[in-house]
Nanobody, 116 residues
Framework: EVQLVESGGGLVQAGGSLRLSCAAS????????IGWFRQAPGKEREGVSC????????YYADSVKGRFSISRNNAKNTVYLQMNNLKPEDTAVYSC?????????WGQGTQVTVSS
């Protein structure tokens, strides 16, 4: 069974930092790209960042470029999202995602709240 479990969210002041973790199980972690998405109240879910399975190449949404950094530890089946210089508009539920055999899997999400 594919499972994704996020952790590391919380309440932080603007300008602060958080590191989110996404622990994966139930599939060959090394073979799959993993993405981070977020959804703020009343808004659609948006892609934040992703990291490939092969060469570790990364993608960032323009809104987080230069502030967020994604990485993966294949030995621990975990993907991290380091978030620096957080802004109130980063407030959202952050979820990780994998597409496995054509099906989309999501974690339960972790709340990030940035106060001004």
């Amino acid at each position: 069974e594919v499972q994704l479990v996020e952790s590391g969210g919380g309440l932080v002041q603007a300008g602060g930092s958080l590191r989110l973790s996404c622990a994966a199980s139930g599939f060959t972690f090394d073979d799959y790209a993993i993405g981070w998405f977020r959804q703020a109240p009343g808004k659609e879910r948006e892609g934040v960042s992703c990291i490939s399975s092969s060469d570790g190449s990364t993608y960032y949404a323009d809104s987080v470029k230069g502030r967020f950094s994604i990485s993966r530890n294949n030995a621990k089946n975990t993907v991290y999202l380091q978030m620096n210089n957080l802004k109130p508009e980063d407030t959202a539920v952050y979820s990780c995602h994998v597409r496995w055999w054509g099906a989309d899997y999501w974690g339960q999400g972790t709340q990030v709240t940035v106060s001004s």
